[in-house]
């Protein structure tokens, strides 16, 4: 009798256990939370700067992490708050006039908040597109370059704007584990206000140092950049 009664005991709990991650995610939860990371190949736009004599900027790799905040709209819509730590810039290559064009990089780091909309497909891996604006708050600016054999860093925090603000759209696929959901997702972000202000900087190398003035109009940027992030969000 007590073997029987054991069996039907281990019977009941392994069912559980197995109906468990089934369960967790067939209920309707209002919230999730969670952790987002990944890779920022981050881009700068200079429609001034666009002629064949001019440097150009190719994409500079950085990394992102922040928070996840989902809040269950719908059955298949939900809006998605990610405040989050993101590395900007660009790589600056050589111009025709190595002098005055010389190679480097500007580097950024801010504080974003994505207010995203995403719309899911199918009913347990669920492909997903998601879009919304970004607005930004800028922590540091730097740039570095090669000039003569010395190596120049300044500080662009001055002729930097403190605010930021853009579109972003992408998707990705999301899976259901025991526990929560699992992402991975590709989106742009694609800046809509100019970061430049006019003013002065100075650069400076072993003792050496000089000053580069920038245009607002001129000189005016805006910052881009494609993401590949993975993340994973936990019902509340």
Same mark, same amino acid.
């Given at each position: 009798? =007590?073997?029987?009664?054991? @069996?039907?005991?281990?019977?009941?709990?392994?069912?559980?256990?197995?109906?468990?991650?089934?369960?967790?995610?067939?209920?309707?939860?209002? *919230?999730?939370?969670?952790?987002?990371?990944?890779? $920022? *190949?981050?881009?700068?736009?200079?429609?001034?700067?666009? !002629?064949?004599? /001019?440097?150009?900027?190719?994409?500079?790799?950085?990394? +992102?992490?922040?928070?996840?905040? /989902?809040?269950?709209?719908?059955?298949?819509? *939900?809006?998605?708050?990610?405040?989050?730590?993101?590395? =900007? !810039?660009?790589?600056?290559?050589? +111009?025709?006039?190595?002098?005055?064009?010389?190679? +480097?990089?500007?580097?950024?780091?801010?504080?974003?908040?994505? #207010?995203? #909309?995403?719309?899911? *497909? +199918? $009913?347990? #891996?669920?492909?997903?597109? #998601?879009? !919304?604006?970004?607005? %930004?708050? $800028?922590? =540091?600016?730097?740039?570095?370059?090669?000039?003569? %054999? @010395?190596?120049?860093? &300044?500080?662009? =925090?001055?002729?930097?704007?403190?605010?930021? @603000?853009?579109?972003?759209?992408? &998707? %990705?696929?999301?899976?259901?584990?025991?526990? %929560?959901?699992?992402?991975?997702?590709g989106r742009y972000i694609f800046g809509l206000m100019?970061?430049?202000?006019?003013?002065?900087?100075?650069?400076?190398?072993? &003792?050496?140092?000089?000053?580069?003035?920038? /245009?607002?109009?001129?000189?005016?940027?805006? $910052?881009?950049?494609?993401?590949? @992030?993975? !993340?994973?969000?936990?019902?509340?």
């Amino acid at each position: 009798m =007590k073997k029987v009664t054991y @069996l039907i005991i281990v019977f009941i709990m392994c069912g559980a256990m197995s109906a468990y991650p089934q369960s967790r995610e067939n209920q309707t939860n209002k *919230f999730s939370i969670g952790f987002i990371g990944g890779l $920022n *190949f981050a881009d700068m736009h200079f429609p001034n700067h666009q !002629g064949p004599d /001019d440097q150009e900027i190719k994409a500079l790799l950085g990394f +992102g992490a922040g928070a996840v905040l /989902d809040i269950h709209l719908s059955e298949h819509i *939900f809006a998605r708050i990610e405040p989050m730590y993101l590395q =900007k !810039g660009g790589k600056i290559e050589e +111009g025709t006039d190595p002098v005055n064009q010389p190679e +480097g990089q500007i580097k950024s780091s801010s504080i974003e908040i994505p #207010i995203l #909309i995403q719309y899911t *497909f +199918g $009913n347990n #891996i669920k492909p997903y597109l #998601i879009a !919304g604006p970004t607005v %930004g708050y $800028n922590l =540091k600016s730097d740039i570095e370059f090669d000039l003569t %054999g @010395l190596k120049f860093k &300044g500080d662009l =925090k001055e002729v930097t704007e403190t605010f930021d @603000l853009g579109l972003t759209f992408g &998707g %990705g696929i999301q899976v259901p584990v025991g526990f %929560g959901k699992i992402f991975l997702e590709g989106r742009y972000i694609f800046g809509l206000m100019n970061q430049r202000k006019s003013g002065t900087t100075t650069v400076s190398s072993n &003792g050496f140092q000089f000053e580069l003035d920038a /245009d607002k109009e001129e000189d005016k940027y805006t $910052n881009r950049g494609f993401q590949l @992030l993975l !993340g994973i969000t936990l019902p509340i």
